[in-house]
């Protein structure tokens, strides 16, 4: 039976993993609260700012820049600032890669009951549909395992899927970025091409997945580690901050559409949100050298 508003099972059981908006569960994130606290106040010593840019109703889209690997700490202090700050009734939903489920269906299980669901544009506009947000990171493995050099880089990696939803659904983009996750582990470099090449030659893929990158990276608990395996995050002191929305001059399913207008908010948003990378990162020097 498919719920003809969504598009998907009434029947949980028979959805595909991530493909359900309810199994939220609003319990489970109060439950973990505490830990999300002591992590944000003591672990990485979260310094935030520009929460007001939120509005206190409505939805919007939020967009990150990924940092720290599959830890993604950054995140996760994101999410403590919103449920600390909006509630857990408040709804938001995250987009995450379908292979999140095939690597961990446990992890991605739990991910769920905080409100995960599979990155597909029918997904987040059933979220929407309901008058929650939804909170993406376009750049997603690319973006979390860049190297330590790009550390302040936004790096979308060429998806403008976000772009094209903002514009369907009208509702603007909020961005979020930080400074400090990305030092919670070191990315030396990306060997992706050397190892899609012994891949041709019949080296198969872990979990039978072309993971995109094959970083070398230093942090816990391996020292060093060769490919995206999941990582401790180092406990580096993290700046995040919201920024002012971005709103468009155009919107509707036309203008999703329109190429050449999607390129240019693409291209709108990832100059906007490195003017406000580069502006933390000289914000958060100024206050480090204040307090050496």
Request: hydrophobic share 40%.
């Amino acid at each position: 039976m498919t719920n003809s508003l969504f598009g998907i099972s009434n029947n949980v059981s028979d959805c595909k993993p991530g493909w359900s908006l309810k199994e939220r569960d609003t319990q489970f994130i109060e439950r973990l609260m505490p830990i999300g606290e002591w992590l944000y106040r003591y672990y990485f010593q979260v310094k935030t700012d520009g929460w007001d840019y939120i509005p206190k109703e409505g939805k919007v889209l939020l967009v990150g820049s990924h940092n720290g690997g599959m830890a993604s700490p950054d995140l996760i202090v994101m999410m403590y600032d919103w449920f600390s700050r909006f509630g857990t009734e408040r709804l938001v939903y995250g987009l995450m890669h379908p292979y999140a489920w095939e690597i961990s269906p446990i992890i991605g299980k739990l991910a769920q009951k905080l409100g995960a669901i599979v990155a597909h544009p029918k997904m987040a506009s059933a979220a929407f549909d309901l008058g929650a947000s939804v909170l993406v990171y376009p750049g997603g493995q690319y973006d979390m395992f860049r190297p330590y050099s790009q550390r302040h880089k936004i790096n979308f990696a060429g998806n403008k899927g976000f772009i094209k939803l903002a514009l369907k659904e009208e509702v603007p983009i909020i961005p979020l970025i930080s400074v400090g996750a990305h030092d919670t582990l070191i990315v030396l470099f990306d060997c992706y091409d050397l190892v899609k090449q012994l891949h041709q030659w019949g080296l198969p893929w872990l979990y039978q997945l072309d993971p995109g990158v094959f970083p070398i990276y230093l942090g816990l608990p391996w020292g060093l580690s060769i490919g995206p395996l999941p990582n401790i995050p180092l406990p580096v002191q993290i700046h995040t901050r919201v920024c002012p929305p971005i709103i468009f001059e155009r919107y509707g399913k036309d203008a999703a559409r329109d190429r050449d207008y999607v390129n240019a908010c693409y291209e709108l948003v990832n100059f906007q949100m490195q003017q406000e990378l580069d502006k933390l990162v000289r914000d958060s020097s100024v206050k480090i050298g204040a307090i050496g």
